[in-house]
């Protein structure tokens, strides 16, 4: 499965809310509860990837609530609602439906 | 806390073979399954392999099937890579990352990760 992301680059202002779009090259299927297995991870600058938000839209563990996660079939959805100075980074989209597990490209968060 | 430190990494020409070290603490290691990410230089990262906590299943990225494998020694809260024939596109900075769970349902924490470089 590809993942695909957009835009590959956006600057945002502090305070300002931000959306970073991922789309799946087949539907990902839900599970008979209903879950999705698409997760958002951040790349802080000369950092390790960190888990954001899991099966679509749970928050990990310390995640501010400003950050939230959406979507279904093909397209996915990642909001900050009001963007802090910390947030920048690279964002990943990533499939866990089936394997091999599959990232998005990534979408790079900066500051104006 | 739980701590994941790779070690390993270095300079090795194409075809050569590699094996890579990642060890847990500050959890029970035995208990949840043990990922493999890699990202190459200026790229996003790239799943790589997954053992499940008793090491009894194991699933790959198709560009790795065949020349890597994965293993761990639950004993020594210990996780390898195994990597044979390498070639110029493996090079990377190569993460662990521990699961939620028990075998494989989200990579929770991950390591800083070991750099390998192949190149002649």
């Known amino acids: 499965i590809v993942m695909t992301q957009t835009p590959p680059s956006l600057p945002v202002t502090p305070g300002e809310p931000a959306s970073i779009s991922c789309r799946s090259s087949?539907?990902?299927?839900?599970?008979?509860?209903?879950?999705?297995?698409l997760d958002w991870y951040l790349q802080k600058p000369g950092q390790s990837p960190q888990l954001l938000i899991y099966?679509?839209?749970y928050r990990a563990s310390g995640v501010p609530d400003r950050f939230s996660g959406s979507g279904s079939g093909t397209d996915f959805t990642l909001k900050i609602s009001r963007v802090a100075a910390e947030d920048v980074g690279l964002y990943y989209c990533?499939?866990?439906?089936?394997?091999?597990?599959?990232f998005g490209q990534g979408t790079k968060v900066e500051i104006k | 806390q739980v701590l994941l430190v790779e070690s390993g990494g270095g300079v090795v020409q194409p075809g050569r073979s590699l094996t890579l070290s990642c060890a847990g603490s500050?959890?029970?290691?035995?208990?949840?399954?043990m990922h493999w990410v890699r990202q190459a230089p200026g790229k996003g990262p790239e799943w790589v392999a997954v053992?499940?906590?008793?090491?009894?299943?194991?699933q790959y990225a198709d560009s790795v099937k065949g020349r890597f494998f994965i293993s761990r020694d639950n004993y020594n809260n210990k996780l390898f890579l195994q990597m044979n024939s390498l070639r110029a596109e493996d090079t990377a900075l190569y993460y662990c990352?521990?699961?939620?769970?028990?075998?494989?349902?989200?990579?929770?924490?991950w390591g800083q990760g070991t750099t390998v470089t192949v190149s002649s």
């Open positions: 990533m499939q866990r439906v089936e394997f091999p597990w599959t």
């Open positions: 500050g959890y029970s290691f035995s208990s949840y399954g």
């Open positions: 087949r539907t990902l299927l839900e599970t008979d509860d209903g879950e999705i297995f």
């Open positions: 990352a521990r699961d939620s769970g028990y075998r494989a349902f989200r990579m929770e924490v």
């Open positions: 099966t679509l839209s």
């Open positions: 053992t499940w906590y008793d090491g009894s299943n194991e």
